[in-house]
């Protein structure tokens, strides 16, 4: 009788709503599924003439979920580094805990699966930034046309695959790149920050309409940034 009780109260103390969360959490999480693509919530053509239909199509049902692929048949072989109580963020944070074994894979597929889920938010073609985001980026780059300068050079200088970011870190903003499918959420990178925007510089994701010219591509991209998903990240 008395322990029920003791176990009753350490149980109702240990309820608080950050648990309630996590428990929830993990019940929705509990059935063991598979990763799947989640879905692009446009059209392949939405983005054209900037990012053609092809690209964007190979690019999500194929490179896209070659990630997706390479995740399950991970989860299938090796699961120690998965938690269903964690967030794909969270996991990526704690990627020097995964058995070394697969860690680079994990880094590579869950990076390649969250940088792309990230990245198809953030194209729309005319969006404009709203006054608060205009006012944060001309507070860290001088003005609009500041920040596309700066994050034009840092984009063509990614050599090779990799990503360009726009990261929050405390109250600033910054401009930086990652190599293959790291993200400024890994502990295993040298930048760390929340990401606010990003491009993939990847040649699958440019290569069938702009050939070598990176240049013209991340022109192209300022067209169909997402303001709007932008100043969500911002908040
Ligand atoms: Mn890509």
Known sequence: ???????????ASL??????????????????KDFTLP????????LEPFIDALTMEIHYTKHH?????????????????????????????????????????VRNNLGGHWN??????LLKKDTKPNAITLTIFEKNFG???????????????V?????????KSGDTLKIC????????LMDVTSVQGKPILGLDVWEHAYYLKYHNKRTDYIDAFFNVLNWEQVAQHLQ
Do not use: C
């Open 1 to 11: 009788m008395k322990s029920s009780r003791k176990d009753f109260i350490k149980t």
């Open 15 to 32: 309820l608080g709503v950050g648990t309630m969360l996590s428990l929830n959490k993990l019940q929705a999480n509990t059935q063991d």
């Open 39 to 46: 879905p692009l919530g446009y059209s392949y053509n939405a």
């Open 65 to 105: 979920q070659a990630y997706l692929n390479k995740m399950n048949e991970l989860k299938g072989k090796d699961n120690t580094w998965w938690s269903y109580e964690m967030s794909l963020e969270q996991m990526l944070g704690q990627l020097n805990n995964v058995n070394a074994e697969v860690r680079t894979a």
């Open 116 to 121: 792309h889920s990230f990245f198809w938010k």
């Open 143 to 157: 003005s609009l046309d500041g920040f596309k300068a700066e994050f034009k050079k840092t984009a063509l200088g």
């Open 159 to 167: 050599f090779g695959s990799g990503w360009a970011w726009v990261i």
């Open 177 to 184: 790149s990652t190599a293959n499918q790291d993200n400024p």
